[in-house]
Nanobody, 123 residues
Framework: QRQLVESGGGLVQPGGSLRLSCATS????????IGWFRQAPGKEPEGIVC????????DGVDSVKGRFTISRDTAENTVYLQMNSLRPEDAGVYFC????????????????WGQGTQVTVSS
């Protein structure tokens, strides 16, 4: 059974940092791309960043470039999202999702999703 479990969300002040984790089971990071998505209330999830099965990184929304970094530990089957210089507009539920091989800009092309972790940015 393929599972993705996000963790690491919480409340942080503007300018602060969080590191999210996406622990996977039942799938190999050498075969799957993992994308991070953010969903604000009342909106569709938007792609933040993705790492392919070969380790190639594909950026998503421009607003996080230079502040968010994706990485992975294939031995631990875990993908990370380091988020620095957080802003109130970064708040939302963060999901990780998997699809075979390569990253995609379409949410619908990711077959497996985690349950999400809430990030709140507020003073």
């Amino acid at each position: 059974q393929r599972q993705l479990v996000e963790s690491g969300g919480g409340l942080v002040q503007p300018g602060g940092s969080l590191r999210l984790s996406c622990a996977t089971s039942g799938l190999s990071l050498d075969l799957n791309a993992i994308g991070w998505f953010r969903q604000a209330p009342g909106k569709e999830p938007e792609g933040i960043v993705c790492i392919s099965s070969s380790g190639r990184i594909t950026d998503g929304v421009d607003s996080v470039k230079g502040r968010f970094t994706i990485s992975r530990d294939t031995a631990e089957n875990t993908v990370y999202l380091q988020m620095n210089s957080l802003r109130p507009e970064d708040a939302g539920v963060y999901f990780c999702a998997a699809r075979l091989w390569s990253c995609s800009t379409s949410n619908n092309e990711y077959q497996f999703w985690g349950q999400g972790t809430q990030v709140t940015v507020s003073s």
